[in-house]
């Protein structure tokens, strides 16, 4: 399953509400999750299930969608969201991930 | 708490052979599916292996498949990455991640192979 991210790059300031996007090539019903990395570090997961909150996330990240088309919303982009964003699928395997967003400082 | 502790990378020349280990604690290892995941330098995330919580169901990344073997030793509470036959292309940060049930929540600190002439 091929998983399409947009935009690949994002440019924003903070306080600002960031959507990015991740489609797949066939339906994963709400198997999806996302992650942050920060560089040099360790990815983070932040959403599973779609749409559910991974203990100890802020509240302003927010996923949605189901089948092939997914969302990661950032309401209120604070200085420390600056990272990369990356969507997996956890259908089926093998599992894949998108090619990733990164979100900078406009 | 949880814990994830890889060793076993380096550089190694192409054709050769190297094995990651990832010592786990703090969780009930036995009754947990473990990933491996890698990020070559400078791109994205790659979805390399999964085994199952009792070592008998494996999967593997097209890239890999063949090459690349998981497998653990549940009385230490390890899982292990076999990789033989390197390329160059396998020159990546592998990390060992743990599943909970369609949520890989825990990653490992990530090792180092790089593979050189």
């Known amino acids: 399953i091929q998983l399409t991210q947009s935009p690949p790059y994002l440019s924003a300031s903070p306080g600002d509400r960031v959507t990015i996007t991740c489609r797949a090539s066939?339906?994963?019903?709400?198997?999806l999750a996302w992650y942050q990395q920060k560089p040099g570090q360790v990815p983070k997961l932040l959403i599973y299930?779609?749409?559910k909150l991974q203990s100890g996330v802020p509240s302003r990240f927010s996923g949605s969608g189901s089948g092939t088309d997914f969302t990661l919303t950032i309401s209120g982009l604070q200085s420390e969201d600056f990272a990369t964003y990356y969507c997996?699928?956890?259908?089926?395997?093998?599992?894949?991930f998108g090619g990733g967003t990164k979100v900078d400082i406009k | 708490q949880v814990r994830l502790v890889q060793s076993g990378g380096g550089v190694v020349h192409p054709g050769r052979s190297l094995r990651l280990s990832c010592a786990a604690s703090?969780?009930?290892?036995?009754?947990?599916?473990m990933h491996w995941v890698r990020q070559a330098p400078g791109k994205g995330l790659e979805w390399v292996a999964v085994?199952?919580?009792?070592?008998?169901?494996?999967y593997y990344g097209d890239s890999v498949r063949g090459r690349l073997t998981v497998s653990r030793d549940n009385s230490r509470d390890t899982t292990f990455l076999q990789m033989k036959n390197l390329r160059h292309d396998d020159t990546a940060v592998y990390y060992c991640?743990?599943?909970?049930?369609?949520?890989?929540?825990?990653w490992g600190q990530g090792t180092q192979v790089t593979v050189s002439s």
């Open positions: 703090g969780f009930n290892f036995k009754r947990t599916a």
């Open positions: 066939q339906d994963v019903n709400r198997y």
């Open positions: 299930g779609a749409s």
């Open positions: 085994i199952s919580y009792d070592g008998r169901t494996d």
């Open positions: 991640v743990r599943d909970v049930g369609y949520q890989l929540d825990f």
């Open positions: 997996e699928q956890v259908n089926e395997y093998p599992h894949s």
